[in-house]
């Protein structure tokens, strides 16, 4: 591949991670939700806001320790994937977890960024998966459950 094509690559998944390009973004899909509706599960659907941000939150997490160390051991599927409460503590859970998925998003765009990341070389302590793999799983997981956020925000009356 030659250094442009890498280029050009390497913005092509930081826009696909970062931007909304066919889709809501995060950005769009957590602002301005009223608190009380953090822990509403809307007939019909299977989730709350809460337990969907933190599904984010915790599935892209684990996917960019995966890509960055070895050692890193994932949570036990799918328990250790999404929250056992419908509601967060409190406003400041959110808060946090939003920041959370905010800085690992941020962490998984600069490694993207990074030109001594080889996007193609197998990840240690993996089986076969690249960090181009993993920046196109976050996007596609990302893509799939911020618009089940936006469809459960629909549902409560809460979104456009």
């Known amino acids: 591949m030659t250094d442009q094509n890498n280029v050009a690559l390497r ?4 826009k696909l991670l970062t931007e909304g390009q066919a889709h809501a973004t995060f ?13 509403k599960v809307p ?15 915790i599935a ?6 995966f890509s960055r160390n070895e050692k890193h051991e994932s949570p036990k599927w799918p328990e250790g994937y999404w929250p056992k409460e419908k ?10 977890s939003v920041r959370a998925f905010k800085h690992s998003l941020k962490e998984m ?6 030109p001594k990341t080889d996007l ?15 920046a196109l799983l976050i996007a596609d997981h990302n893509a799939y459950h911020v618009g089940q956020l936006v469809l459960v925000r629909r549902l409560l009356g809460a979104w456009g």
């Open 11 to 14: 913005e092509h998944l930081v």
């Open 27 to 39: 950005e769009d899909a957590v602002k301005d939700m009223s608190p009380e509706l953090y822990g």
């Open 43 to 57: 007939k019909g659907a299977e989730h709350s806001p809460w337990q969907l941000l933190e599904h984010l939150r």
């Open 60 to 65: 892209q997490w684990d996917i960019v320790e």
């Open 87 to 96: 509601s967060p503590a409190d406003e400041k859970a959110w808060d946090k």
């Open 109 to 114: 765009v600069d490694l993207v960024r990074d």
């Open 120 to 134: 193609f070389a197998k990840i240690p302590g993996g089986d076969g998966q690249t960090i181009l793999r993993e």
